[in-house]
């Protein structure tokens, strides 16, 4: 399954969004930002590069990185060792999966939610 960039949670051209989360208990197992860093790592190879695609500090990228790998089964990141050879970072198989199905979950919930937002859009207040 390949991941394709969707709405990933972000406003459309009119300001509308529908953002999914995935809750594990009190924690956020994958929402649209860890998605998106999912993507990042796939696209750069990198928890830092990705991270500062997303003007996030290294440190805050890893902590994402280690709850979504605590929360599935299995890691969803797979990252070596830093240092003079470099360390560098993949997604695992689990991984591919369940970013490719988080993207897919995000296009489905807004094209169901579509004529409602644009209902609801119509009833807020300028």
């Known amino acids: 399954m390949t991941a394709k960039p969707v709405n990933r949670g972000k406003a459309n051209s009119t300001g509308e969004a529908i953002r999914l989360r995935l ?3 009190g924690e956020i197992a994958l929402g649209p930002g860890k998605a998106d860093l999912l993507q990042g790592i796939r696209e ?3 928890i830092a590069a990705a991270g500062r695609r997303l003007n996030m500090s290294y440190k805050r990228a890893w902590l994402l990185v280690d709850t979504m790998n605590r929360c599935f ?3 969803l990141v797979s990252a070596g060792s830093g240092g003079k050879t470099g360390g560098g970072a993949s997604l695992t198989a689990l991984g591919e999966d369940v970013l490719a199905r988080f993207r897919s979950m ?3 919930a807004a094209k169901a939610c579509a004529a409602d937002l ?3 859009k119509a009833k807020l207040g300028k």
């Open 118 to 120: 644009k209902a609801l």
């Open 44 to 46: 750069t190879g990198s």
């Open 23 to 25: 809750m594990l208990g």
């Open 73 to 75: 089964a299995t890691p």
């Open 106 to 108: 995000e296009a489905a």
